[in-house]
């Protein structure tokens, strides 16, 4: 364990945003975590995973604990489930891909998120009709009070859409250090019919998909649609989908009869946030070196050099703007600091 000092956090965000820590050190096991933790010359600690879900706008005046925790461990296995624990710093993507090498499966519609594990449950990451917590049996994580390391089921993590305990009450006083998954080992339960997986498949001349055709076509999709982060800085979606009254879409329909929706209760709808921010004009839209993406309005992208606080006010003016055009507000997906 080495604590470095005055060191670039460029290549520890996937948006590229090129902010100073005035001390840094990356953690590989949890007793170096506890001693890390235990430092008093250091009050100040920010602990960073994947750093695919953050906005970094200023220089860090703190101790940046990088999360490196690394390992795969099958805990226990039956005919046809199997849980697998995954420690904190291994990449998600990397993690799906070894599970699909397996022949394990339940994640291939989360291929190519990114970022790594241990972040994972904080966001309740999703995609294509597949969240985390429904292949969620635990984590462990360490009490940054005690120091003890304390376990979460489904129930306690409280998740919710892009929300979890890790964002709510426990937000800042827990460091995820490993998750445990219930996967299927050979009968497995495909979902296809969310968004473009099926017309993907049928591109690839797949007519009995496996989970390895279905992450393939997720892939695809993902990467026709989103930049690359090695290529392009950004965090993947920058906003929330926003939840709205069924009475509120209604509103919605009179000046905009075209805007689709998602049923999420007998009186809640999901708009696409995409929808909205394209629908006011901003996909596409550059300012200098950065902008939000030609193919996916979610997306807002550093084109080299940008600074954190341009990104943010940038998503600051989509906000403004959505809600003056539609009366509806819009949330950052992404942490800023």
């Known amino acids: 364990m080495h604590i470095q000092y005055n060191i670039s956090l460029k290549e520890y965000n996937t948006f590229g945003i090129d902010v100073m820590a005035s001390h840094f050190v990356s953690v590989d096991s949890v007793s170096d975590l506890i001693s890390v933790i235990k430092q008093k010359d250091f009050p100040n600690k920010l602990i960073l995973g994947g750093g695919s879900n953050v906005l970094l706008t200023k220089n860090v005046d703190a101790l940046v604990v990088h999360i490196n925790l690394k390992g795969k461990t099958i805990v226990s296995q039956e005919d046809n489930l199997v849980l697998i624990k995954a420690e904190a710093g291994e990449n998600w993507h990397d993690f799906v891909l ?9 994640l291939e519609n989360m291929s190519l998120i990114p970022g790594n594990v241990g972040t994972a449950p904080i966001q309740n990451i999703g995609a294509y009709g597949v969240e985390l917590k429904d292949h969620f049996i635990s984590c462990e994580a360490l009490n940054v009070d005690t120091l003890e390391l304390e376990s979460f089921n489904k129930t306690t993590c409280n998740f919710g859409y892009r ?13 995820i250090t490993s998750v445990v998954f219930q996967l299927t080992k050979n009968t497995h339960y495909l979902r296809t019919n969310y968004g473009a997986i099926q017309s993907q498949l049928e591109l690839m001349k797949v007519k009995e998909p496996t989970i390895q055709d279905i992450s393939k076509a997720v892939i695809a999709i993902r990467e026709s649609k989103l930049p690359n982060p090695k290529e392009i800085g950004n965090s993947g979606s920058f906003f929330k989908n926003p939840v709205i009254s069924t009475e509120a879409f209604k509103a919605l329909q009179q000046n905009f009869p075209e805007a689709p929706s998602y049923r999420v209760s007998e009186h809640e709808v999901k708009v696409p946030a995409g929808w909205l921010i394209e629908k006011a004009g901003f996909k596409g839209k550059t300012f200098g070196n950065y902008g939000v993406h ?10 080299g050099g940008a600074e954190g606080k ?26 800023i600091l």
């Open 294 to 303: 030609k193919n996916q309005a979610l997306v807002l992208v550093n084109y």
């Open 163 to 175: 929300n979890s305990i890790f964002k709510q009450e426990a937000k800042g006083k827990y460091i």
């Open 98 to 106: 070894w599970c699909l090498d397996h022949d394990y499966g339940g």
């Open 310 to 335: 341009d990104l943010l006010a940038l998503s600051k003016l989509i906000q403004n703007t959505i809600y003056r055009i539609f009366n509806i507000s819009i949330e950052a997906e992404v942490n």
